[in-house]
Protein backbone atom coordinates (compact mmCIF):
# COMPACT_ATOMS: atom_id res chain seq x y z
CA UNK A 1 0.00 0.00 0.00
CA UNK A 2 2.78 2.22 0.73
CA UNK A 3 3.44 2.57 -3.27
CA UNK A 4 -0.36 3.09 -3.92
CA UNK A 5 0.15 5.90 -1.56
CA UNK A 6 2.83 7.73 -3.51
CA UNK A 7 0.96 8.06 -6.55
CA UNK A 8 -2.79 9.45 -4.63
CA UNK A 9 -0.97 12.99 -4.93
CA UNK A 10 -3.47 14.95 -7.39
CA UNK A 11 -2.31 17.98 -9.97
CA UNK A 12 0.69 16.30 -10.86
CA UNK A 13 2.86 18.11 -13.76
CA UNK A 14 4.02 14.91 -15.14
CA UNK A 15 5.32 16.76 -18.72
CA UNK A 16 8.78 16.54 -19.52
CA UNK A 17 9.80 19.56 -21.56
CA UNK A 18 12.91 21.63 -22.31
CA UNK A 19 13.07 24.78 -24.84
CA UNK A 20 15.66 26.73 -25.65
CA UNK A 21 15.16 30.40 -27.39
CA UNK A 22 11.68 29.12 -28.26
CA UNK A 23 12.87 27.52 -31.46
CA UNK A 24 14.56 23.91 -30.00
CA UNK A 25 12.40 21.75 -27.78
CA UNK A 26 13.33 18.07 -25.95
CA UNK A 27 10.63 16.37 -24.89
CA UNK A 28 9.08 12.77 -24.66
CA UNK A 29 9.23 9.91 -21.72
CA UNK A 30 12.32 10.47 -19.92
CA UNK A 31 13.13 12.53 -16.45
CA UNK A 32 16.11 14.42 -16.21
CA UNK A 33 18.67 12.49 -13.81
CA UNK A 34 21.53 10.41 -14.39
CA UNK A 35 19.75 6.88 -14.21
CA UNK A 36 17.08 8.09 -17.16
CA UNK A 37 19.89 10.00 -19.15
CA UNK A 38 22.93 7.72 -19.07
CA UNK A 39 24.40 6.56 -22.26
CA UNK A 40 25.69 3.23 -21.30
CA UNK A 41 24.03 0.07 -20.20
CA UNK A 42 26.54 -0.35 -17.35
CA UNK A 43 25.15 3.20 -16.29
CA UNK A 44 21.31 2.30 -16.32
CA UNK A 45 18.96 -0.39 -16.76
CA UNK A 46 16.25 1.93 -17.63
CA UNK A 47 14.63 1.74 -21.45
CA UNK A 48 13.51 5.02 -22.58
CA UNK A 49 12.60 7.89 -25.06
CA UNK A 50 13.36 11.26 -25.80
CA UNK A 51 12.91 13.73 -28.87
CA UNK A 52 14.68 16.90 -30.42
CA UNK A 53 11.94 19.11 -32.20
CA UNK A 54 13.04 22.33 -34.33
CA UNK A 55 10.03 24.37 -35.86
CA UNK A 56 6.53 25.15 -35.16
CA UNK A 57 5.93 22.69 -32.77
CA UNK A 58 8.92 23.55 -30.66
CA UNK A 59 6.97 27.36 -29.66
CA UNK A 60 4.20 25.20 -28.82
CA UNK A 61 5.81 23.27 -26.02
CA UNK A 62 7.72 26.41 -25.63
CA UNK A 63 3.88 28.12 -24.57
CA UNK A 64 2.94 25.24 -22.67
CA UNK A 65 6.10 24.86 -20.48
CA UNK A 66 5.27 29.07 -20.21
CA UNK A 67 1.73 28.42 -18.55
CA UNK A 68 2.78 25.75 -16.63
CA UNK A 69 5.93 28.00 -15.03
CA UNK A 70 2.91 30.65 -14.39
CA UNK A 71 0.44 28.25 -12.90
CA UNK A 72 3.73 27.31 -10.33
CA UNK A 73 5.03 30.69 -9.46
CA UNK A 74 2.59 32.95 -10.78
CA UNK A 75 5.11 34.74 -12.99
CA UNK A 76 4.24 35.33 -16.71
CA UNK A 77 8.23 34.63 -18.38
CA UNK A 78 9.09 37.38 -21.28
CA UNK A 79 8.23 36.10 -24.52
CA UNK A 80 10.89 33.84 -26.81
CA UNK A 81 12.07 35.03 -29.56
CA UNK A 82 9.83 34.57 -33.01
CA UNK A 83 10.46 30.92 -34.66
CA UNK A 84 10.37 30.38 -38.36
CA UNK A 85 7.79 29.23 -40.33
CA UNK A 86 9.45 26.08 -41.59
CA UNK A 87 8.28 22.79 -40.95
CA UNK A 88 8.72 20.58 -38.08
CA UNK A 89 11.64 18.22 -37.89
CA UNK A 90 12.19 15.19 -35.20
CA UNK A 91 14.96 13.09 -33.94
CA UNK A 92 14.88 10.78 -31.24
CA UNK A 93 16.94 9.40 -28.71
CA UNK A 94 16.58 5.91 -27.25
CA UNK A 95 17.76 3.72 -24.82
CA UNK A 96 17.78 0.35 -23.30
CA UNK A 97 19.50 -1.82 -20.73
CA UNK A 98 21.31 -4.02 -23.28
CA UNK A 99 23.03 -2.14 -25.47
CA UNK A 100 22.62 1.72 -24.55
CA UNK A 101 21.24 5.02 -26.89
CA UNK A 102 20.38 5.02 -30.43
CA UNK A 103 18.96 7.68 -32.66
CA UNK A 104 17.06 8.19 -35.69
CA UNK A 105 18.09 10.77 -38.40
CA UNK A 106 16.15 14.47 -38.49
CA UNK A 107 13.09 14.72 -40.65
CA UNK A 108 10.23 16.54 -41.42
CA UNK A 109 6.89 15.82 -40.03
CA UNK A 110 3.62 16.64 -39.02
CA UNK A 111 3.77 16.99 -35.34
CA UNK A 112 0.96 17.33 -33.28
CA UNK A 113 1.24 18.21 -29.84
CA UNK A 114 -1.22 17.65 -27.26
CA UNK A 115 -1.65 18.98 -23.90
CA UNK A 116 -4.20 17.24 -21.32
CA UNK A 117 -4.64 17.75 -17.79
CA UNK A 118 -7.40 18.53 -14.88
CA UNK A 119 -7.38 22.39 -16.55
CA UNK A 120 -8.72 20.83 -19.93
CA UNK A 121 -12.79 20.83 -20.60
CA UNK A 122 -12.35 17.05 -21.70
CA UNK A 123 -9.98 14.58 -21.60
CA UNK A 124 -7.85 15.37 -24.93
CA UNK A 125 -5.12 12.54 -24.04
CA UNK A 126 -8.04 9.31 -23.69
CA UNK A 127 -9.47 10.75 -26.63
CA UNK A 128 -6.65 10.87 -28.23
CA UNK A 129 -6.18 7.38 -27.50
CA UNK A 130 -9.77 5.45 -28.23
CA UNK A 131 -9.91 7.65 -31.17
CA UNK A 132 -6.44 5.69 -32.11
CA UNK A 133 -7.49 2.44 -31.16
CA UNK A 134 -10.60 2.34 -32.91
CA UNK A 135 -9.77 3.43 -36.18
CA UNK A 136 -6.05 0.63 -36.15
CA UNK A 137 -6.58 -1.64 -39.44
CA UNK A 138 -3.17 -3.11 -38.40
CA UNK A 139 -1.52 -3.09 -36.13
CA UNK A 140 -1.28 -1.18 -32.73
CA UNK A 141 2.11 -1.06 -30.74
CA UNK A 142 2.16 -0.45 -27.60
CA UNK A 143 5.17 0.52 -25.00
CA UNK A 144 4.11 1.84 -21.47
CA UNK A 145 5.76 1.22 -18.04
CA UNK A 146 2.29 0.71 -16.56
CA UNK A 147 -0.75 -0.53 -17.59
CA UNK A 148 -3.72 0.06 -16.05
CA UNK A 149 -6.45 1.08 -18.84
CA UNK A 150 -9.96 2.03 -18.02
CA UNK A 151 -13.04 0.41 -19.02
CA UNK A 152 -13.35 1.98 -22.27
CA UNK A 153 -9.12 1.67 -23.34
CA UNK A 154 -9.61 -2.28 -22.14
CA UNK A 155 -12.56 -2.39 -24.51
CA UNK A 156 -11.39 -0.83 -27.51
CA UNK A 157 -8.19 -2.98 -27.03
CA UNK A 158 -10.04 -5.78 -26.65
CA UNK A 159 -12.24 -4.87 -29.98
CA UNK A 160 -8.43 -4.65 -31.82
CA UNK A 161 -7.91 -7.99 -30.66
CA UNK A 162 -10.93 -9.77 -31.77
CA UNK A 163 -10.84 -7.74 -35.03
CA UNK A 164 -7.21 -9.55 -36.24
CA UNK A 165 -4.79 -6.38 -35.26
CA UNK A 166 -1.61 -6.66 -34.58
CA UNK A 167 -2.13 -6.07 -30.85
CA UNK A 168 1.56 -6.09 -28.73
CA UNK A 169 1.68 -4.83 -25.84
CA UNK A 170 5.22 -4.50 -23.70
CA UNK A 171 5.96 -3.97 -20.25
CA UNK A 172 8.66 -4.08 -17.68
CA UNK A 173 8.71 -7.29 -16.22
CA UNK A 174 8.59 -5.98 -12.77
CA UNK A 175 8.61 -2.30 -12.65
CA UNK A 176 9.08 0.40 -9.59
CA UNK A 177 5.74 0.06 -8.19
CA UNK A 178 4.66 -3.81 -7.37
CA UNK A 179 0.97 -3.25 -6.47
CA UNK A 180 0.61 -1.78 -10.33
CA UNK A 181 2.63 -4.61 -11.47
CA UNK A 182 -0.03 -6.92 -9.94
CA UNK A 183 -2.95 -5.58 -11.06
CA UNK A 184 -1.72 -5.02 -14.40
CA UNK A 185 -1.52 -8.53 -15.17
CA UNK A 186 -5.25 -8.97 -14.39
CA UNK A 187 -5.82 -6.67 -17.66
CA UNK A 188 -2.88 -8.11 -19.90
CA UNK A 189 -4.17 -11.52 -19.13
CA UNK A 190 -7.71 -10.84 -20.43
CA UNK A 191 -6.29 -9.04 -24.12
CA UNK A 192 -4.00 -12.12 -23.90
CA UNK A 193 -6.90 -14.37 -24.21
CA UNK A 194 -8.06 -12.65 -27.16
CA UNK A 195 -5.06 -13.10 -29.05
CA UNK A 196 -2.87 -9.70 -28.03
CA UNK A 197 0.98 -10.09 -27.92
CA UNK A 198 1.84 -9.84 -23.78
CA UNK A 199 5.96 -8.88 -23.33
CA UNK A 200 7.79 -8.60 -20.04
CA UNK A 201 11.30 -6.81 -20.43
CA UNK A 202 13.42 -8.20 -18.20
CA UNK A 203 16.34 -6.51 -17.75
CA UNK A 204 15.58 -3.37 -16.35
CA UNK A 205 12.55 -0.32 -16.02
CA UNK A 206 10.99 -0.27 -19.33
CA UNK A 207 9.75 3.82 -18.80
CA UNK A 208 9.06 4.62 -22.55
CA UNK A 209 5.49 5.45 -23.47
CA UNK A 210 4.88 4.53 -26.99
CA UNK A 211 1.97 3.69 -29.31
CA UNK A 212 2.91 2.43 -32.90
CA UNK A 213 -0.61 2.29 -34.84
CA UNK A 214 -0.79 1.69 -38.02
CA UNK A 215 1.64 4.25 -39.73
CA UNK A 216 0.73 6.75 -37.17
CA UNK A 217 3.15 7.19 -34.05
CA UNK A 218 1.96 8.98 -30.40
CA UNK A 219 4.41 9.27 -28.00
CA UNK A 220 4.94 11.39 -24.73
CA UNK A 221 5.03 11.67 -21.10
CA UNK A 222 0.92 10.06 -20.72
CA UNK A 223 1.22 5.89 -19.10
CA UNK A 224 -1.77 3.65 -19.62
CA UNK A 225 -3.45 4.59 -16.79
CA UNK A 226 -6.51 6.57 -15.14
CA UNK A 227 -3.97 9.22 -13.65
CA UNK A 228 -2.71 9.89 -17.27
CA UNK A 229 -6.09 10.15 -18.52
CA UNK A 230 -7.46 12.01 -16.14
CA UNK A 231 -5.23 13.87 -13.10
CA UNK A 232 -1.95 14.41 -14.24
CA UNK A 233 -0.82 17.06 -16.32
CA UNK A 234 0.81 15.32 -19.55
CA UNK A 235 2.35 16.34 -23.09
CA UNK A 236 1.84 13.78 -25.98
CA UNK A 237 2.78 13.93 -30.05
CA UNK A 238 1.11 12.67 -32.45
CA UNK A 239 3.45 12.26 -35.27
CA UNK A 240 2.48 11.23 -38.88
CA UNK A 241 4.40 11.32 -42.38
CA UNK A 242 8.00 10.85 -40.69
CA UNK A 243 8.74 7.41 -42.35
CA UNK A 244 12.18 7.68 -40.82
CA UNK A 245 11.06 8.12 -36.74
CA UNK A 246 8.28 5.48 -37.12
CA UNK A 247 11.22 2.86 -38.50
CA UNK A 248 13.16 3.78 -36.02
CA UNK A 249 11.09 3.57 -33.33
CA UNK A 250 9.91 0.25 -35.25
CA UNK A 251 13.36 -1.26 -34.67
CA UNK A 252 13.82 -0.06 -31.20
CA UNK A 253 10.15 -1.99 -30.20
CA UNK A 254 11.53 -5.13 -31.92
CA UNK A 255 14.89 -4.75 -30.21
CA UNK A 256 13.06 -4.90 -27.08
CA UNK A 257 10.88 -7.45 -28.10
CA UNK A 258 13.51 -9.97 -28.87
CA UNK A 259 14.49 -9.75 -25.14
CA UNK A 260 11.21 -10.01 -23.75
CA UNK A 261 9.62 -12.57 -22.62
CA UNK A 262 6.33 -13.77 -23.77
CA UNK A 263 2.82 -14.00 -22.12
CA UNK A 264 1.55 -14.16 -18.91
CA UNK A 265 0.93 -16.66 -16.27
CA UNK A 266 -2.50 -17.47 -15.26
CA UNK A 267 -2.42 -16.64 -11.32
CA UNK A 268 -4.16 -19.46 -8.82
CA UNK A 269 -7.44 -19.03 -7.85
CA UNK A 270 -6.96 -17.29 -4.69
CA UNK A 271 -4.76 -14.45 -6.38
CA UNK A 272 -6.60 -14.19 -9.38
CA UNK A 273 -9.49 -13.13 -6.53
CA UNK A 274 -7.46 -10.84 -4.67
CA UNK A 275 -6.40 -8.88 -8.11
CA UNK A 276 -9.95 -8.93 -8.92
CA UNK A 277 -10.60 -7.21 -5.66
CA UNK A 278 -6.98 -4.75 -6.19
CA UNK A 279 -8.37 -4.13 -9.78
CA UNK A 280 -11.22 -2.08 -7.96
CA UNK A 281 -8.58 0.24 -6.44
CA UNK A 282 -7.45 1.03 -10.29
CA UNK A 283 -8.58 4.59 -10.68
CA UNK A 284 -6.34 5.27 -8.27
CA UNK A 285 -3.08 4.04 -10.00
Request: overall charge negative; hydrophobic content about 45%; aromatic content about 8%.
Amino acid sequence: LAALRARTANLRNHRKIGVADGARAWTGCRNIADVYLADHAEQSLWADLSYVIDGPAAAVLDEICRCDWQFATGEALPPSRAVAASPDAIRTGATDGDEGAGGGEQALARVQVLASGPDQRDDPWHATLLKALMEARTRVWIATPYFVPDEAVQHALSIAARSGVDVRILIPKRSDNRMVDFVARTYLRDLQRLGARVLLYPKGMMHAKLMLVDDAVVTGSANMDARSFFLNYEVVLNVDGDESLRITLERWFQHLEARSEVGVRPYPVWRETLADLARLLAPMM
